[in-house]
């Protein structure tokens, strides 16, 4: 979608965090699963400009396919998972502050629902249509592939009917922390609501998948309330 929705990541934003990157490795992929249909949409939302502006390799998850993976979930014992993410030495996941009309928050843990192909993506959307059944099969693939840093772009957030048809909103943060659970209780807590509503993060925080209790996450580089 065109960057100025709101919908995506900003590229501007993943740009700077590839510039970081380049001081540390030359060997650097971005990567999401995109539907093929008229146009480029890596184009349409400026990623693909983007990333040859970097010099940095850009994929479309799918093209390098996926790969049977043992998920010992609450609802599913298997998933199919991008090959590409599981080869990689270290996964970095940027994902926007946004609402979710079925599971009200998509952040760090829903941002990985990404790395499994559009297809399976749309059946347990029609499978699972009750939030806390969609948010278990969400923290199964999660408990899969989980991201060893997570960096939120919430510089200009969605609320409403999100995560597609809501109304922007002007946050001007940016959340960091190897623990993605973490993030999204942050984050939840930030825009006014209580954190373990959000069944991904009750789950994960459940599971040991991470942090999402509030009281046993330390905060830097500034207070919530601010």
Do not use: W
């Not at 490795?25 to 949409?41: E, K, L, M, Y």
């Not at 093209?63 to 090959?83: D, M, P, R």
């Not at 993030?183 to 069944?199: F, R």
């Amino acid at each position: 979608s065109p960057v100025e929705k709101g919908i995506v990541t900003h590229p501007v934003f993943v740009e700077v965090v590839l510039d970081l990157l380049k001081a540390v490795s030359a060997n650097i992929t971005v990567g999401d699963d995109i539907q093929s249909g008229i146009g480029d949409g890596f184009q349409i939302s400026g990623f693909r400009q983007m990333c040859r502006r970097v010099g940095v390799r850009l994929i479309n998850l799918r093209e390098i396919g996926f790969v049977k993976t043992a998920c010992n979930g609450h609802f599913l014992e298997n998933i199919y998972l991008s090959k590409i993410a599981l080869d990689a030495d270290v996964i970095i996941n940027l994902p926007k502050l946004k609402t979710h009309s079925l599971c009200v928050l998509t952040g760090g843990v829903k941002n990985m629902y990404g790395t499994i192909p559009i297809g399976l993506r749309r059946k347990f959307h029609g499978e699972y249509i009750r939030n806390e059944d969609f948010s278990h099969v969400v923290t199964d693939i999660f408990s899969a592939i989980r991201p060893q840093l997570t960096i939120m772009d919430g510089i200009i957030a969605m609320e409403g009917e999100g995560p597609s048809a809501g109304s922007l909103r002007r946050l001007g943060i940016i959340l960091a922390s190897q623990d993605a659970v973490a993030i999204d209780a942050v984050a939840t807590k930030i825009i006014g609501l209580n954190p373990m509503d959000i069944y991904t993060t009750r789950y994960s925080d459940e599971r040991g998948l991470g942090v999402g209790d509030l009281r046993n996450i330390e905060v830097g580089g500034g207070e919530i309330d601010s």
